[in-house]
């Protein structure tokens, strides 16, 4: 039974398995908060560490594959732009881990192309090889698959839909980021007229959010209306670029899925010619939480 060490280094936890690579199980999860290995001074120590421990459990795992969220060299040897971890940046972190872990093979790979890669072989539907993962959480982020590798560009970090220019004189994820989506939510509750159950004094939160669009809350679906009318142009950009008909959308803000879609499926028919409106498909990324260290072991194939 073939198995890898998974690793998704997050601003808020950092989460591992142990992944079969046949059915996607992951067994000897652990999670540790980032901000307390921060403060350490000393993350990647605490890293090695933890990871140590893993593969003395595991004697079997040869590789491990980490997924983090920010650019790294096109080596995929060093981080060099963390924004939630800058302890890391310009860390030799391969090579530091396989001087602490001999006999292991380490692959690094941005969290969203991971994610990407993770939906491929182990999403719940059989997809194309080819396609544009998009993830909606605090920031936007994003990945192209193209023909079952994952696209990278000339300097190793393409696909950055959050930085994209769109609306208001700001990039994407300025404008749909999960702050931004709130800003948004308690500046139109301020100055809506008419029925809604969304409290009024600057304490909507995602959660409720998709709570009240599920209940058909006029001003929620209006609020989910505007993200699906951005992040329909921002996409709007990519599929000419990259010559791509299947979109999935995950991330923590993916819950609201359903209620972006008619709005994104409109811009999307405003501005596609009928070259690249053809079998265009936008589906709901499947793994969910588990996207980022299912991603990460992915890296491992």
Not at 109 to 131: P, W
Not at 227 to 254: T, W
Not at 260 to 288: E, F, M
Request: aromatic letters at 6%.
């Amino acid at each position: 039974m073939e198995q890898y060490l998974g690793i998704d280094i997050g601003g808020t936890n950092v989460k591992m398995g142990i992944v079969d690579a046949k059915s996607g199980h992951i067994s000897n999860f652990y999670s540790h908060d980032t901000v307390s290995w921060r403060k350490s001074g000393h993350f990647e120590e605490r890293l090695a560490e933890a990871i140590a421990l893993q593969l003395h459990d595991n004697p079997d795992i040869k590789k491990v594959g980490i997924g983090l969220p920010g650019m790294l060299n096109r080596a995929r040897t060093v981080p060099i732009e963390i924004t939630a971890i800058p302890e890391l940046n310009n860390v030799p972190l391969v090579d530091f881990l396989t001087e602490k872990c001999a006999g292991i093979t380490f692959l690094l790979e941005n969290d969203a192309n991971a994610a990407a890669l993770g939906e491929f072989y182990f999403g719940e539907e059989s997809i194309d090889e080819n396609y544009i993962f998009i993830t909606l959480g605090t920031g936007v982020g994003g990945a192209a698959i193209l023909n079952k590798k994952i696209f990278t560009g000339g300097n190793g970090n393409a696909m950055e839909p959050g930085h994209i220019p769109s609306i208001n004189g700001k990039v994407l994820e300025r404008n749909i980021g999960k702050n931004e989506l709130l800003d948004m939510a308690n500046a139109m509750r301020k100055e809506f007229k008419g029925n809604t159950n969304l409290p009024d004094d600057g304490t909507i939160t995602t959660t409720g959010l998709v709570a009240a669009a599920t209940k058909n809350d006029e001003l929620a679906l209006k609020i989910f209306d505007n993200v699906g009318d951005i992040l329909g142009v921002g996409l709007a950009h990519l599929i000419p670029v990259l010559d791509i008909n299947l979109i999935l959308i995950g991330g923590g803000l993916s819950a609201s899925f359903d209620f972006i879609l008619p709005a994104l499926q409109r811009k999307l028919d405003y501005w596609l010619t009928k070259y690249h409106h053809n079998g265009l498909s936008v589906r709901r990324a499947s793994l969910a939480n588990d996207a980022g260290l299912l991603g990460a072991a992915s890296l491992c194939f």
